[in-house]
C-alpha cells in the first residue's frame, strides 16, 4: 500500500495551530476574560449598593412619618441674672448698664429607668424597626454656690428660673409628659431654643452611596421642653425632678450622661439589641425574647462641665445606648458575598484549565464566557431571593441552582461523568467556603487565608506533571 503524501503546513496553518495549542496563549485568553467578567461583576455590586441604599431610603421614610432616633439629657437647671457694668463716659460721668445672663447647671444625680417595645413596620419587601418607650427620668440638683461664682445673690433672678427637657425628636412623645419639682407638678411648653444642643453622630450603612459607614451626619437637638419654675427666692429651691414620659422613636434610642453619676437601665422586647455609643454597659443580659442592659457613668469620662453660661453648649461625644437592629442585614452579607466573585471565577477557570491540560479536552473560550456569566447570574439569584426569604436561604438556593445549571452544561464538553462529578465537588467546596467567611465574620480572615492556602497547595499538586516548555500543547504532561 502506497503512504499518501500530506504537504506540509504552510506559516499561517503553523501559526493558527500554535494558537490553538499554546499553554500560555490559553492562559492570557482565561485572564483576558476574567477581566472581561469583572465589568458585569461590578455593574451587580453597584445594583446591590443601589438596593441597600433604597432600604435605607424606605427606612427614613418610615422613621421620618413615626419618630426619628431619640437622644435624651436629663433636665437642665436655667437660672437668669443681672450682669451690671461700669462704662466711663468721660467728662458724663461714669454710666452702669445692666444685662440679663443666664447660668446652666447640670444635676448631681441622674437615674434614668425605660422599658422599649419595639415593633417592625413593613414597607413592601423592607422592614424598619420602630419602638415606643416608657421612661423615667430622676434627677437631684444642688443649690448653686452663686458666691463661687462670684454672682451677687441680688442679682439671681429666681423667678425667672425654669428647667429645660432636650428631646431630639417632639413628635415621639405619645403622652401627656409628667414633669414634677420638689413634688410639684410642672406645666411644660415644647421649644426649638433650648440653648443647648445635645450633638448625636449617626453612622450609616453604605459605602457608596448616601448611607455610608465611613460617612457621618449629625443630629443637633435643640428642641425640647421648658418648665417654668415659679420661685421667688432661694428658699424656694427644691432640685428633686422626676419626668416621666411615653417616647417613640426609630432604631435608637440613646442617652447623654449629664449627671455627676449617670445611672441608665434599660429592658426590651428584643433579641438582638446592638449595645453603641461612648459607653458599654457595665452589666447586659440577652435572652430569646428580651435583654436588660445597665450603664454607670461619671462626670469624669465626658467632655462637658458641670455647669456654664455659654450659649448653645454642646453636650457631645459622650451619648451611648441601644440600637435595635434587624437580626439578619441581607444587603451587606449580600455585599460582601459578591466582593469573592472576582475569587470564585478564578478557581473555577483554573480548574478547568487543569483539566485542559491534564485529560486533553478542550474547552472553547465561548464555554469559559458561558460559564461565567451563570457565576455573575448567581449574584442577582442571590440579592433578588434574600429580599424575599432572607440570606441564608437565599445563598442556598442561588448555589444549588449555579452548580447544577454549571455542571449539567459541563457534560457537553467533559464528557467523562467522572470529571463532572470532580467539577461539580469543587464548585459546592468553593461556594461553602465562601458561605462559612461570610457566617464567621470575626474569624474570616483566617480562615480565607487557610482556605486560600490549602488551594494553592491543591493547584501546585495537579498541575506539578504538567510540562510548561517540553511540548508547548494543551494536554501534554510528563510521564
Given at each position: 500500500m502506497e503512504t499518501e503524501n500530506v504537504p506540509p503546513l504552510n506559516v499561517f496553518e503553523r501559526f493558527n495551530r500554535w494558537i490553538e495549542e499554546?499553554?500560555?496563549?490559553?492562559l492570557f485568553s482565561i485572564g483576558f476574560l476574567v477581566l472581561l467578567l469583572l465589568l458585569p461583576a461590578s455593574w451587580i455590586q453597584d445594583l446591590m449598593y443601589e438596593r441597600e441604599s433604597r432600604a435605607e431610603g424606605v427606612i427614613q421614610e418610615i422613621s421620618s412619618k413615626w419618630s426619628g432616633s431619640q437622644t435624651l439629657a436629663s433636665p437642665i437647671l436655667v437660672v437668669p441674672y443681672i450682669v451690671k457694668?461700669?462704662?466711663?463716659?468721660?467728662?458724663?460721668?461714669?454710666?452702669?448698664?445692666?444685662?440679663t445672663e443666664k447660668y446652666f447647671f447640670?444635676?448631681?444625680?441622674?437615674?434614668?429607668?425605660?422599658?422599649?417595645?419595639?415593633?417592625?413596620?413593613?414597607?413592601?419587601?423592607?422592614?424598619?424597626?420602630?419602638?415606643t418607650?416608657?421612661?423615667?427620668?430622676?434627677?437631684?440638683?444642688?443649690?448653686?454656690?452663686?458666691?463661687?461664682l462670684n454672682i451677687s445673690s441680688?442679682?439671681?433672678?429666681?423667678?425667672?428660673?425654669?428647667?429645660?427637657?432636650?428631646?431630639?425628636?417632639?413628635?415621639?412623645?405619645?403622652?401627656?409628659?409628667?414633669?414634677?419639682?420638689?413634688?410639684?407638678?410642672?406645666?411644660?411648653?415644647?421649644?426649638?431654643?433650648?440653648?443647648?444642643?445635645?450633638?448625636?453622630?449617626v453612622p450609616l450603612n453604605s459605602d457608596r452611596y448616601a448611607y455610608s459607614d465611613n460617612t457621618e451626619y449629625s443630629q443637633l437637638s435643640t428642641s425640647g421642653v421648658i418648665a417654668n419654675l415659679n420661685w421667688k427666692t432661694a428658699a424656694d429651691f427644691n432640685g428633686q425632678t422626676i419626668v416621666k414620659l411615653s417616647l417613640k422613636g426609630s432604631q435608637r434610642l440613646n442617652f447623654v450622661p449629664t449627671g455627676k453619676t449617670t445611672d441608665v437601665k434599660l429592658t426590651g422586647k428584643w433579641n438582638n439589641p446592638s449595645f453603641d455609643g461612648e459607653f458599654l454597659p457595665e452589666s447586659h443580659q440577652i435572652t430569646d425574647s428580651t435583654f436588660t442592659a445597665n450603664w454607670n457613668v461619671l462626670h469624669y469620662n465626658r467632655p462637658f462641665a458641670q455647669q456654664w453660661k455659654t450659649p448653645d453648649e454642646k453636650l457631645s461625644s459622650s451619648d451611648f445606648g441601644v440600637k435595635l437592629i434587624l437580626p439578619v442585614d441581607q444587603y451587606q452579607k449580600s455585599i460582601r458575598t459578591s466582593k469573592y466573585g472576582q475569587l470564585i471565577i478564578i478557581l473555577t477557570f483554573m480548574?478547568?484549565?487543569?483539566?485542559?491540560?491534564?485529560?486533553?479536552?478542550?474547552?472553547?473560550?465561548?464555554?469559559?464566557?458561558?460559564?461565567?456569566?451563570?457565576?455573575?447570574?448567581?449574584?442577582?439569584?442571590?440579592?433578588?431571593?434574600?429580599?424575599?426569604?432572607g440570606y441564608n436561604a437565599a445563598y442556598a438556593v442561588a448555589s444549588v441552582s449555579t452548580v447544577v445549571l454549571v455542571s449539567l452544561y459541563s457534560l457537553s464538553f467533559l464528557k467523562d461523568k467522572g470529571l463532572v462529578a470532580l467539577f461539580t465537588s469543587l464548585l459546592v467546596v468553593f461556594y461553602t467556603f465562601i458561605f462559612v467567611?461570610?457566617?464567621?465574620?470575626?474569624?474570616?480572615?483566617?480562615?480565607?487565608?487557610?482556605?486560600?492556602?490549602?488551594?494553592?497547595?491543591?493547584?501546585?499538586?495537579?498541575?506539578?506533571?504538567?510540562?510548561w516548555y517540553k511540548e508547548n500543547k494543551i494536554g501534554t504532561t510528563q510521564g
Open positions: 499554546s499553554i500560555m496563549i490559553k457694668e461700669k462704662i466711663d463716659r468721660g467728662k458724663d460721668g461714669i454710666e452702669i448698664t445692666e444685662h447640670l444635676p448631681e444625680k441622674l437615674s434614668i429607668t425605660g422599658d422599649i417595645v419595639p415593633d417592625v413596620r413593613h414597607r413592601g419587601i423592607f422592614d424598619a424597626v420602630v419602638y418607650s416608657d421612661l423615667t427620668i430622676l434627677s437631684d440638683f444642688e443649690l448653686p454656690d452663686f458666691d463661687r441680688d442679682n439671681i433672678l429666681w423667678d425667672d428660673a425654669y428647667m429645660i427637657f432636650p428631646v431630639t425628636d417632639l413628635r415621639g412623645i405619645s403622652n401627656a409628659l409628667s414633669f414634677t419639682v420638689g413634688g410639684q407638678e410642672k406645666a411644660t411648653e415644647p421649644s426649638n431654643n433650648l440653648g443647648v444642643s445635645v450633638k448625636k453622630i480548574a478547568l484549565f487543569l483539566v485542559e491540560i491534564t485529560r486533553k479536552v478542550r474547552i472553547h473560550p465561548f464555554q469559559y464566557i458561558l460559564i461565567g456569566a451563570a457565576l455573575i447570574i448567581y449574584y442577582t439569584l442571590l440579592l433578588s431571593f434574600s429580599e424575599q426569604i467567611i461570610i457566617l464567621q465574620q470575626d474569624f474570616s480572615l483566617i480562615i480565607g487565608s487557610i482556605g486560600l492556602f490549602l488551594i494553592v497547595g491543591a493547584l501546585m499538586y495537579f498541575s506539578r506533571k504538567v510540562s
